[in-house]
């Protein structure tokens, strides 16, 4: 058995298709089904069904998967404290953040990590949950920090924390900034939310639903920019994360209102690929946004988490 071998088997087995997984691989799909065949006649079982809509994991292919996932991230971890022996922090780190972070909590990490590791080369990729999850997934990415959402095939999650999402509106209303809303008592609301693919929206369209929130309409942008920049100007209004609201709360270029009755919140987790471990580089800047976002989140819960409105 060949450690090439197992990291087929895993690409095959979270992609769910044999040419995803070869081009995950940059291998060839005849190649890659060759060396798949060949395990399979070595063990003697068959690891995946195979179909004109895809390809399905046997039982002994889920059991499979599991150990090879294990000795995959146990090798990547000798590899890494082999490295870390050199002494010197040194390599590339590809990390993937989601807007949120990437206007009010990246900038700081990114100027003392290069001050403090001059010798490692940052990558970081902005982009929503869904885009970052499947970077991850495939390697491209040794971690990401996006909000909870349904598990992915070949992923480990962490928790980070937990921050206040914040009704956002333009400065020319009446109502007075941090002032906390009620929002199913507001008139019709003309929503700027991300599309289904981000993994906030389902948390905020059940909110939306349960608790009787007037809709006028509901425009989908998938860019954090022009969202806050409609906001900005017009009629229109959203519901941000506390932390990328962060610019606002002392010099609003937008007026923010914590939402009670109840609050919404938002859960941040920290994602990597579930069969390899993070270089020690990788590990001490994860280490940076991880300390951050929790330094963040906590700010966020003071100040604009949700203040109690007292009954008539």
């Not at 070595?42 to 046997?58: E, K, N, Q």
């Not at 017009?234 to 609003?252: A, E, F, K, N, Y």
Request: aromatic share 6%.
């Amino acid at each position: 058995m060949k450690l090439r071998q197992l990291r087929f088997l895993v690409a095959v087995y979270e992609e769910r298709s044999f040419t995803a997984a070869a081009r995950r691989a940059h291998a060839t799909q005849s190649g890659l089904s060759m060396q798949i065949k060949e395990l399979e006649e070595r063990l003697g079982v068959r690891l995946f069904d195979r179909s004109s809509t895809g390809v399905t994991p046997t039982s002994a292919g889920e059991k499979l998967y599991k150990r090879a996932t294990r000795i995959l991230r146990e090798v990547s971890a000798i590899q890494n404290d082999m490295e870390a022996l050199s002494g010197e922090i040194s390599g590339t780190v590809h990390a993937g953040m989601m807007p949120t972070f990437a206007r009010a909590v990246l900038a700081p990490v990114l100027e003392r990590f290069a001050r403090q590791y001059p010798h490692v080369e940052v990558k970081v990729t902005e982009a929503y949950s869904a885009a970052l999850s499947d970077e991850v997934a495939s390697g491209r990415l040794d971690v990401a920090v996006v909000p909870a959402g349904p598990d992915i095939a070949g992923l480990r999650a962490e928790h980070l924390d937990t921050d206040v999402e914040v009704f956002v509106t333009s400065t020319k209303t009446a109502r007075k900034h941090l002032e906390p809303v009620d929002l199913s008592t507001c008139e019709p609301l003309k929503l700027a939310l991300p599309g289904p693919s981000n993994a906030r929206r389902d948390k905020i369209d059940t909110y939306l639903k349960t608790y009787g929130v007037p809709i006028e309409k509901i425009m989908e942008l998938d860019t954090m920019m022009a969202t806050l920049d409609l906001v900005a100007r017009s009629d229109w209004t959203t519901i941000l994360p506390g932390c990328l609201c962060l610019p606002d709360i002392d010099r609003p270029n937008r007026k923010l209102h914590p939402i009670v009755r109840p609050p919404l919140a938002v859960d941040y987790i920290l994602i990597e690929p579930v069969s390899q471990t993070q270089s020690p580089a990788a590990q001490l800047f994860t280490d940076e946004i991880r300390n951050q976002i929790r330094q963040n989140c906590a700010f966020c819960r003071e100040k604009l988490g949700p203040a109690v409105i007292a009954d008539p």
